[in-house]
């Protein structure tokens, strides 16, 4: 375990730059769960995520001469932020190597806090390879974004706040290398030793899960999942060890509960949370924790910063999941009229048209004939019902498209 001294003076260095993010109860959430839940809204912090804590406190521990030279890190959003944005504060160089998928508002906001943004590989590994060599030939400090003690205390800090606001019964951290565990359990297992803490992980990315069950590091071959702040493919020895001191246990969600945990905060708590920082709600949500009635449950919002076309995609699919969009095609005779009689069915049950589109060219079509593709708002799975049995009862031939 961290010493929890290393923590509290975490806390200190970060005093004048962080946010003291809410911890707020969720109503909604606790009557679906017959339980007290509290979301730790780190999705609110600085950069839109936790890893300021930690790059913030890392950089502030290396010598002023040492620092003065700059710094390095490989991310692919979040963690380049924080180390950019504590570098800016102490006005030395950064270097940021991202993976060249890389979404361009994260390269831009990385950028914006003044760091050099080099693209470099397919993957984080490849980045980290790359940065790494370019510390040795620039004598710039890496900084890790998870295995280094100095970034776990300011990641701990989380816990510390928390502390100071709630007693609770369970904790629940997101796990991707295992930085923001490491510090929360540490903390935790030193003033609050009776709360479990739970991590989560993504089922595209098994590899700290895992390793914890079987108490032997069990890389894994490739990680996939839309929670790309956990999405890390090797387990490093040190994180290791102290996910195994002070873990409780270890679930796993897929991208499915995830979208809808994201979906679900976005629409019940008005919050727009990151894949990896929804994960620990999607664990709730989906009954992969079993509660008792009125525990008290703490869950960390690590970030939330979630790029605009996977929130679209998210939605859009959520719609369509929970009867408020239908989508299908149908065959028309290709004539005048055709489609106003198809659209008078939508009218007369009160079905808005989102959106059309019309194909007389497929060679799959008979001559004379045309595919119709259409996306109706919906008022839930009665109104769906309804609208499929007038098109029935109206001889259309329709596919749903999900």
């Known amino acids: 375990m961290l010493p929890l001294e290393s923590i509290q003076n975490a806390k200190k260095t970060l005093t004048p730059i962080i946010e003291h993010t809410p911890l707020s109860f969720a109503p909604k959430l606790s009557r679906l769960l017959k339980a007290n839940i509290y979301l730790k809204k780190e999705n609110l912090q600085h950069t839109g995520s936790f890893k300021i804590r930690g790059a913030f406190n890392k950089i502030a521990s290396i010598p002023q001469d040492v620092r003065a030279r700059g710094v390095i890190a490989s991310s692919a959003g979040n963690h380049a932020q924080g180390v950019a944005y504590a570098a800016n504060y ?33 993957n984080y590994d490849e980045s980290y390879a790359k940065a790494c060599e370019i510390a040795k030939e620039r004598e710039l400090s890496f900084i890790h974004p998870f ?34 565990v490491g510090g929360i359990l ?27 069950y079987s108490r032997q590091i069990h890389n894994a071959t490739s990680v996939r999942t839309i929670a790309d702040g956990i999405a890390v493919r090797d387990v490093h020895p040190l994180n290791f060890t102290y996910i195994c001191e002070g873990v409780d246990g270890i679930i796993e969600v897929d991208d499915e509960e995830i979208a809808s945990a994201i979906l679900y905060l976005l629409e019940n708590q008005k919050l727009v949370v990151e894949g990896a920082g929804a994960t620990g709600v999607a664990a ?16 960390v919002l690590s970030g939330g910063n979630i790029d605009v076309t996977m929130l679209n995609l998210i939605i859009q699919r959520g719609l369509i999941k929970t009867y408020r969009r239908f989508k299908f095609q149908v065959v028309l005779v290709d004539k005048p009229g055709a489609l106003q009689s198809l659209s008078a069915i939508f009218a007369k049950l009160g079905a808005n048209i989102v959106r059309i589109d019309y194909d007389r060219a497929s060679t799959s ?38």
């Open 90 to 122: 102490f006005s030395i160089p950064a270097v940021i190597v991202m993976p060249e998928a890389t979404p361009l508002l994260k390269v831009l906001a990385t950028k914006d806090f003044g760091a050099e943004v080099i693209l470099y590989g397919d």
């Open 147 to 180: 295995a280094d003690e100095e970034v776990m205390a300011g990641q701990g800090t989380v816990a510390l706040e928390i502390i100071e606001e709630q007693n609770l019964d369970y904790v629940l951290v997101p796990i991707g290398g295992g930085g923001l």
């Open 186 to 212: 540490s903390a935790y297992k030193a003033l609050s030793p009776h709360t479990k803490i739970i991590g989560v992980t993504a089922k595209g990315a098994p590899a700290m899960r895992t390793s914890f």
């Open 284 to 299: 709730l949500l989906h009954n992969k924790l079993t509660l008792m009635p009125d525990e008290r449950i703490g869950v």
């Open 365 to 402: 079509l008979a001559y004379g004939d045309a595919y119709v593709t259409v996306v109706l708002q919906t008022r839930g799975e009665a109104h769906k019902n309804e609208i499929t049995q007038e098109l029935k009862a109206n001889g259309y031939d329709f596919t749903e498209i999900l």
